[in-house]
């Protein structure tokens, strides 16, 4: 009998709610009140997510994010600035010493990255892992991924593109002129593809949740319980987001 995860499916969330519930998970998992869990969500409104390390006031036009209703929000996981908008964002939240999941750090994405991969498929679409956090599809990425390890805990998040809207991206991200603004834009076209670009179509939020769960199971071979969250993450969801992620003691830090 296979081994039995919760699935979150935990429909749309700001910025903020969505980085408290994702560490709010790890928290509980670290103490042993939950099991392995992989969760689906969206981002309402528009949002940006700025890496642990990274400053805010030089990744991101704060003045043009309330002019167009676009938060913003410091990670507890590293890497780079993301705009999030017509996307599905997955988290997966384990032990790090379960044996699903590789000690070495790029092992561990290429694992967990394989789920996706996997899901992909289902939806007649074939990618590689690209280290250190990409899938691509035909060279073109279509998945960014993040990974932090606290409390002896790995949590990892990253998103797979529904859609990209590369202009208001920039609207929103600093660059450094308006003629390197067309350059950028260019260049991301060229390396950055979405469902909607690849299948012509729009795919649905739902079915691209139902294809990522499979990956899920296939590559960690688990059945994926649908759960809620417990009374205790409530509680710290409800404290991070309050505490930190919505302060801008947090989010300016750097």
């Given at each position: 009998m296979s081994e039995q995860w919760r699935l979150l499916q935990t429909g749309?969330?700001?910025a903020a709610e969505n980085m408290a519930i994702d560490r709010a998970i790890l928290v509980a998992n670290s103490q042993g009140l939950v099991p392995p869990t992989v969760r689906f969500y969206g981002w309402q409104p528009p949002a940006i997510s700025i890496g642990y390390f990274q400053s805010l006031t030089e990744e991101v036009d704060v003045n043009a994010c309330q002019r167009y209703g676009v938060k913003y929000v410091r990670r507890i996981t590293g890497g780079g600035a993301v705009f999030h908008e017509k996307e599905l964002t997955y988290s997966i939240v384990i032990p790090e010493s379960h044996p699903q999941i590789p000690k070495n750090i790029l092992q561990s994405y290429s694992r967990i990255c394989n789920a996706l991969i996997?899901?992909?498929h289902h939806l007649s679409i074939e990618s590689t892992y690209a280290p250190i956090n990409d899938i691509v599809v035909k060279g073109k990425k279509i998945s960014g991924n993040a990974q932090t390890r606290k409390h002896n805990t790995v949590l990892q998040h990253g998103t797979i593109l529904l859609d990209v809207d590369v202009e208001k991206m920039f609207t929103v991200l600093n660059v450094p002129s308006e003629k390197?603004?067309?350059?950028?834009?260019?260049d991301v076209r060229q390396r950055v593809t979405s469902l909607r670009h690849i299948r012509g179509k729009?795919?649905?939020?739902?079915?691209v949740a139902t294809a990522m769960k499979r990956g899920f199971?296939?590559?960690?071979?688990?059945?994926?319980r649908q759960g809620a969250l417990t009374s205790e993450e409530d509680q710290l969801a409800t404290q991070f987001e309050n505490e930190c992620f919505s302060t801008r003691q947090w989010n300016h830090r750097r």
């Open positions: 749309f969330h700001t996997r899901g992909l390197m603004k067309d350059k950028l834009i260019s729009d795919v649905g939020f739902d079915d199971e296939e590559e960690f071979t688990i059945t994926l």
